[in-house]
């Protein structure tokens, strides 16, 4: 499909790397005019340089489903643009692995950052734990990688991508959650519980922990829960949890439900809320049909 250079305006052909008439680089720009103004002035970065106004993307709703789990990412109503990226993998011996990332708004392409972190992360993981690794051992090297490869991304003479980053590993009886920022990870069922603790200033958003070339040494906060029933684990970026930060009523919604459905409708209710931020939700159920009771505890705990 033909176009024009963001840049110059000049017509372009699809697949052309570069405008013939000014040079430009076409790789990385957006295909159309503004989404706001319709100038043809959009730049590499994804700013239209006529109204300043940042182009949505491919993300902005995105739905996910692998082995019996779901997630879904949205913009919501607010952002021009969804800065939240997520992945959701099958793991060897019956493993499901989900990675839920949040692009720090305030540090340039945090888009990039999140994927980058959720990509690297989701795949260091199914590949670790294949190696023979514990799901503790995986999920820090995981961190570890997801941190490299954001940092990786900076530019000479622009502040550092940065990005939260949550995890859960579940496997048999166990589910390990690794995190680094304010993205949340939730136990839902009988006894629903939120599993971490807020890398950030208390009663603020103001981040104390991130990914990114800025973040100094980057040390996860990593636990394995050992479960009792059935129920599931909810990983989320604070466009959620903002408005539903108790889990007893993500719990009402995300019980009754296959996880896509569930996972939807969590997202509708932050959206329906005011939808003041990117939403993030994956869902990954657990022990369904093994007990007919509710009843979920965490008997053991390992951590750092």
């Known amino acids: 499909m033909n176009g024009a ?3 110059c305006g000049t017509r372009v052909l699809a697949g052309e790397a570069f405008c013939e008439s000014c040079g430009h680089d076409l790789s990385t720009a957006p295909a159309g005019p503004c989404t706001a103004c319709g100038a043809c002035a959009v730049g590499p970065d994804g700013y239209c340089e006529n109204c300043g106004m ?8 995105v739905e996910i489903e692998a082995a019996y789990s779901a997630a879904v990412s ?6 021009s643009r969804n800065e939240d990226a997520m992945a959701l993998l099958p793991g060897g011996q019956g493993a499901v692995v989900a990675v839920v990332c949040d692009g720090v708004s305030s540090s340039p392409r945090p888009d990039e950052a999140s994927q980058a972190a959720a990509d690297v992360a989701a795949a260091a993981i199914v590949k670790r734990l294949a190696d023979g690794d514990d799901a503790q051992a ?3 090297e995981a961190v570890r990688l997801a941190a490299d ?3 990786a991304a900076a530019r000479p003479g622009e502040d550092s991508p940065a990005c939260t980053y949550v995890s859960a590993i579940v496997l048999g009886r166990q589910v390990t959650v690794g995190w680094v920022g304010d993205s949340r990870a939730y136990w839902l069922g009988g006894q629903s519980a939120l599993l971490t603790e807020d890398d950030a200033t208390p009663g603020t958003h103001m981040l104390t922990a991130w990914l990114g070339a800025d973040a100094g040494e980057v040390v996860p906060h990593v636990r394995t829960f050992t479960t009792d029933g059935p129920g599931a684990v909810l ?3 604070d466009g959620l949890w903002n408005y539903y930060p108790e889990p007893e009523a993500l719990a009402a919604t995300a019980l009754h439900d296959t996880p896509l459905v569930a996972a939807r409708r969590l997202v509708r209710l932050a959206i329906e809320a005011g939808g003041h931020d990117n939403i993030t939700v994956a869902i990954i159920p657990f022990g369904q049909g ?3 009771d509710t009843t979920v505890a ?3 705990e390992r951590s750092d």
């Open 290 to 292: 093994e007990r007919t």
């Open 5 to 7: 250079c963001p840049a």
């Open 298 to 300: 965490f008997p053991k």
């Open 235 to 237: 990983l989320c970026s």
């Open 74 to 79: 949205d913009r919501g109503l607010r952002h």
């Open 54 to 61: 940042l182009q949505p993307t491919g993300r902005d709703h």
């Open 149 to 151: 490869a954001v940092a």
């Open 138 to 140: 995986a999920t820090r």
